[in-house]
């Protein structure tokens, strides 16, 4: 019955993405040593069920994005295939994760950066994102962004630091000395 009402309540809210997990034991709690656990098979097969059902409602939440404008903030390291691909990565306010062609930009306001907000039409959904093949509508520079940019640089030495680590990238090291 409660696994039933979960699915109901996941039917209803129409979650955009949902991270879920199997039932297990935790020790220490008056769960775990309750009599009648529920059998592991029974706990895959409703995990199945909640993950295909996420799934689906996911993604017909998603293709309703299609065609319509989305706000980004762009990010680093969050898409897989970016480098492949030759996009980039943002999540949306709602946390939806879209893959873009940051080299379209329509503005010439320099390489869209990690930090930056760009605003961009979807072309496409998939359970777990969306995609936009159409040119970037707009850019909007940001601190962040310019954090970003500042941390690409070598780290420069300011001063005595005492053993503080500074911000940047680190200088390279020497090459070693081996033995001979």
Request: hydrophobic letters at 40%; aromatic letters at 4%; glycine letters at 8%.
């Amino acid at each position: 019955e409660d696994f039933l009402q979960t699915m109901h309540v996941v039917e209803q809210a129409r979650f955009a993405g949902a991270y879920t997990f199997q039932y297990s034991k935790r020790p220490g709690t008056p769960a775990a040593v309750l009599e009648d656990q529920v059998p592991k098979a029974v706990v895959q097969e409703r995990y199945e069920r909640l993950v295909e059902l996420v799934n689906d409602i996911a993604w017909d939440e998603n293709k309703k994005l299609v065609g319509r404008e989305v706000e980004l903030m762009v990010a680093e390291g969050e898409g897989r295939k970016d480098a492949a691909t030759h996009r980039l990565t943002g999540r949306a306010r709602d946390n939806r994760l879209v893959h873009f062609d940051g080299t379209s930009a329509v503005e010439p306001v320099g390489a869209v950066r990690p930090g930056d907000l760009v605003t961009v039409v979807v072309t496409k959904a998939a359970p777990h994102h969306l995609v936009s093949d159409a040119p970037v509508q707009s850019v909007r520079r940001t601190r962040s962004g310019d954090a970003w940019e500042a941390r690409q640089g070598l780290a420069e030495p300011s001063g005595v630091l005492l053993g503080l680590p500074t911000v940047g990238v680190p200088a390279p090291l020497e090459p070693a000395a081996g033995c001979r």
